[in-house]
């Protein structure tokens, strides 16, 4: 039997749950630890022994609190054994600074594998662009706020003007209302990210699906456009930020609205099972392109009709909705057909009830 490098040698009762064929482990800059299902390290490679500094061939034998000295290891590895998969990052020790990333998964056999890399630059790389996207953001608010009420004051006055001018001003108003959606969605994605704290509390998706969906009434007549709300008097109730889960929402019915023709509906649906509250927009517009799908939620991303078509927005909207849901714990999944429209579903876990239930 071939040991990999980094295992145990003959005669060791741990060789023999040893992966087979790993010699290839060693190459790797990533770490690469096996767990069994007794969980005891059963494999780990050059590079994992380098990044957790310690001594060659130590580590298989051991466990994953001790190999990291870190009991959020052990729950990774838990939550990979229980649903499969499962990520996350260890934070600096106040020893080296450092911050690792994990990544599990379990196999056929029942091994959970686990990748290890040192994402400490990457983190410091993603802090930096943060700080910046915030900073910038909360300069250009002040002379972008300016700007609209500038052209507020000159909109009044209008009546008096050529149309030539009126139809600049016009213009004006539209690139700047534009600008303002950017620095907010810019502020709104630099504190999503940053992890900003959630204030939970329970929170009624019908309630909160209707408020967004009316908030956009105007500006969807405006486009000819008709809104449908199909949910129930009460309920479902989830726990989370009802700011930010009615901002996903709100950016969800908005996006459907901005792609929709005159003359199409888009229908708000809210509903329940006894695991996940659901909130589906569907839209009768272009559709996305199969290509497309897959990169909708990344930052600031159009789909190429949607520019020909001369349509507005950041490219930032479907990416804070897919932190915020995922900051709840929920997924969010697109379908669409070019031609016939496009459906977001956000599912989110329902609240558990109270301990101890009503009071009489």
């Known amino acids: 039997m071939d040991i990999p490098p980094g295992g145990r040698g003959d005669g060791d009762p741990l060789a023999a749950a040893a992966p087979r064929g790993l010699v290839i482990a060693d190459d790797l800059a990533e770490g690469v630890l096996a767990v069994d299902p007794g969980n005891t390290i059963v494999f780990a490679n050059a590079a994992a022994h380098r990044i957790l500094e310690r001594r060659p061939a130590s580590l298989p034998g051991g466990s994953a609190m001790e190999a990291f000295i870190d009991h959020r290891a052990e729950d990774l590895v838990v939550a990979a054994r229980r649903q ?3 990520a996350g990052d260890l934070p600096p020790r106040i020893s080296d600074g450092r911050w690792l990333g994990l990544r599990a998964r379990r196999s056929a056999d029942g091994i959970v594998w686990i990748v290890v890399e040192d994402v400490t630059e990457l983190r410091r790389l993603q802090r930096i662009r943060a700080e910046f996207l915030d900073n910038l953001s909360h300069e250009l608010r002040t002379p972008v706020t300016n700007v609209n009420l500038l052209l507020e004051m000159l909109m009044r006055d209008a009546e008096a003007l050529p149309p030539r001018t009126r139809e600049r001003l016009e213009r004006l108003q539209v690139e700047a209302a534009q600008l303002a959606q950017m ?32 908030r956009l009434r105007v500006y969807a007549e405006r486009n000819g456009v008709a809104i449908v709300v199909e949910a129930p008097e009460t309920g479902p109730i989830v726990r989370g930020d009802a700011t930010r889960l009615g901002q996903a929402i709100l950016n969800l019915v908005h996006n459907a609205v901005k792609f929709s023709e005159p003359g199409d509906t888009v229908t708000v649906r809210v509903d329940a099972s006894a695991e996940a509250a659901t909130v589906v927009v569907a839209d009768e517009g272009a559709g996305i392109p199969r290509a497309d799908r897959d990169r909708v ?31 709840h714990g929920g997924t969010i999944r697109v379908e669409s057909e070019e031609g016939v429209g496009s459906t977001f579903t956000v599912a989110l876990p329902i609240a558990a009830p109270a301990a101890g239930g009503s009071a009489p």
């Open 84 to 86: 499969g998969s499962a």
């Open 183 to 214: 620095v907010s969605e810019l502020l709104d994605l630099a504190s999503i990210e940053g992890g900003q704290p959630l204030l939970l509390a329970d929170v009624d998706l019908a309630d909160l699906s209707r408020e967004q969906a009316e």
């Open 297 to 327: 939620f990344e930052r600031f991303y159009k789909v190429d009709r949607a520019r020909r078509r001369g349509q507005g927005g950041t490219g930032l909207g479907l990416s804070i909705v897919r932190h915020v849901v995922h900051a």
